[in-house]
């Protein structure tokens, strides 16, 4: 059974920095692109990052590039997003998912195969 486990949320302030975990079980991570996704209360769900199997290239939406990280760690199963400057228009449900690709376009939300349940962060100004 595929699944995947975020953490790492929480409420912060403005310019704190908080790193979201995601842990894989089921298959095998490390035939598979990631990436992170996020929604805010009345808007629809963006991407935000997405990196490939290896690592090597990676993907950041222009909201958060210079601020927000992505990484993996394909022993552990377990994808990260390391996230700094954080600002209140970061506050949002985090979540994660995995493709077989992270090429084209990234935030396709119909490319990614399974999803989690979503770990919430929220910035205080």
């Known amino acids: 059974q595929v699944q995947l486990m975020e953490s790492g949320g929480g409420v912060v302030q403005s310019g704190d920095s908080l790193r979201l975990s995601c842990i894989f079980s089921?298959?095998?991570?490390?035939?598979?692109?990631a990436g992170w996704f996020r929604q805010a209360p009345g808007k629809e769900r963006e991407g935000v990052s997405c990196?490939?199997?290896?690592?090597?290239?990676?993907a950041y939406a222009d909201s958060v590039k210079g601020r927000f990280n992505i990484s993996r760690d394909n022993d552990a199963s377990t994808l990260y997003l390391q996230m700094n400057n954080l600002e209140p228009e970061d506050t949002a449900m985090y979540y994660c998912?995995?493709?077989?690709?992270?090429?084209?376009?990234?935030?396709?939300?119909?490319?990614?195969?399974?999803w989690g349940q979503g770990t919430q962060v929220t910035v205080s100004s």
């Open positions: 998912a995995v493709r077989r690709y992270c090429s084209g376009d990234y935030w396709n939300r119909g490319e990614y195969e399974s």
């Open positions: 089921g298959f095998t991570f490390e035939d598979y692109a």
């Open positions: 990196i490939n199997w290896s690592g090597t290239r990676t």
